[in-house]
């Protein structure tokens, strides 16, 4: 096999490594509590049912298109709260936000779930139905 080939395996596993590391890095913030959010998003704390929390970074690419759909859901009324990283950076270490977009599932004050990427509006309209 020739450097190109190498080069080429060499980068596809560093890739799916880090979608690896990305996952479980996920998995690990899911139970924690939401308390972090608590003074930036007051409303956060007496939804009920659940809320989606959808961090994102002004400059983020992927981010641009999702935050339409995000608008429209909040114009419809949802529970939905827009989180900018980068104004608060402490919080999202605090969350262990390693990327953007992502979503936060907010549930009963604690994290229930944490989702990476791109999602579309009836992925998140699911996501905090009862």
Do not use: N
Request: net charge neutral.
């Amino acid at each position: 096999m020739d450097l190109f080939v190498y080069a080429v395996l060499g980068l596809s596993a560093t890739w799916v490594l880090y979608i690896i590391y990305m996952q479980v890095a996920t998995r690990a913030a899911e139970g924690r509590s939401a308390e972090p959010l608590f003074p930036l998003f007051p409303a956060l704390q007496v939804v009920e049912g659940k809320a989606l929390v959808y961090c994102f970074s002004p400059g983020c690419g992927p981010c641009r298109p999702m935050s339409k759909e995000i608008d429209k859901l909040v114009e419809a009324g949802a529970p939905v709260f827009k989180f900018d990283v980068t104004r608060h950076p402490d919080v999202s270490r605090e969350l262990s936000i390693r990327a953007t977009p992502t979503l936060i599932v907010i549930e009963q004050g604690q994290v229930g779930r944490m989702l990476l990427g791109v999602r579309t509006a009836d992925v998140m309209r699911a996501l905090i139905e009862p």
